[in-house]
């Protein structure tokens, strides 16, 4: 697991080192003071899986600099730190591709947790972004997750491609990873967020995370159920 700490912050991109281990101690980290030193990072011999952006970088919009990473690292999950805790720019995030957004407010213990559900392949959400979703789709959501199984409302596929969406990946990377055209990839979310009731990406990231939906329901699926 290569893991790439984008921050202006010394103190910060030194701390965050030491708590890394904890997590696994193959880890390899690499931190950046800026994101023009991040975007000039040299990853031929292995590409990075996990990107940790600061919100706040000198000179750049957040949300440009979320976009640029992208870009760059197209494979990577990317998870946004910030001492900003604002439910609508979190929400702008996610809505721009970010797989989760950790506040620099939390504590060791709830850092840890959420890089590892973010490793695992979840989704972390801060308690304030789990606020009620737009009145068009919050109903619809509700209904879809009322009996705990959606799921296996989901073909194997369309549960594969959905996880990968919520977890920031563009249609583009999806289908080079699970080896399927863009188009199959658009139909298979469709699907997914018909069952959710939700209308994107952004609103399947809340309605997942409400839901406790996470990779792991993957173990449920037979290779039978593989669409």
């Known amino acids: 697991m290569r893991i790439l700490l984008i ?11 030491y708590l890394l281990p904890v997590l696994d101690d193959k ?6 003071g800026s994101l023009e030193a991040a975007l000039d990072f040299a990853d031929d011999d292995a590409p990075i899986d996990l990107v940790l952006l600061d919100y706040y970088m000198p000179g750049v919009n957040g949300l440009e600099a979320l976009e640029k990473c992208r870009q760059r690292f197209e494979a ?25 957004f950790i506040p620099k407010s939390s504590s060791r213990e709830e850092l840890i947790a959420a890089l590892k559900l ?3 392949g979840g989704t972390y959400l801060p308690r304030i972004a789990l606020g009620p979703l737009p009145a068009t789709s919050a109903p619809a959501a509700g209904q879809a997750g009322s009996d705990g199984d959606m ?5 194997r596929r369309q549960f594969e491609v959905l996880m990968k969406a919520v977890q920031g990946k563009s249609n583009k990377v999806i289908a080079k990873e699970l080896d399927i055209s863009d188009h199959t990839v658009k139909a298979h979310l469709s ?8 209308q994107n990406r952004t609103e399947a990231v809340y309605a997942a995370a ?17 669409s």
């Open 151 to 155: 799921p296996m409302r989901l073909s």
């Open 76 to 100: 990577a999950t990317l998870v946004v730190l910030s001492g900003e805790e604002d439910a609508r720019i979190i929400r702008s995030l996610v809505e721009h591709g970010a797989a989760g």
């Open 118 to 120: 973010v490793l695992a």
């Open 7 to 17: 921050d202006d912050h010394d103190l910060f991109r030194e701390g965050l080192k």
């Open 27 to 32: 880890v390899q980290y690499f931190e950046a």
């Open 210 to 226: 409400k839901l406790g939906i996470q990779p792991g329901h993957l173990a449920q699926y037979s290779e039978a159920q593989l």
């Open 191 to 198: 699907v997914a967020f018909r069952t959710l009731g939700v």
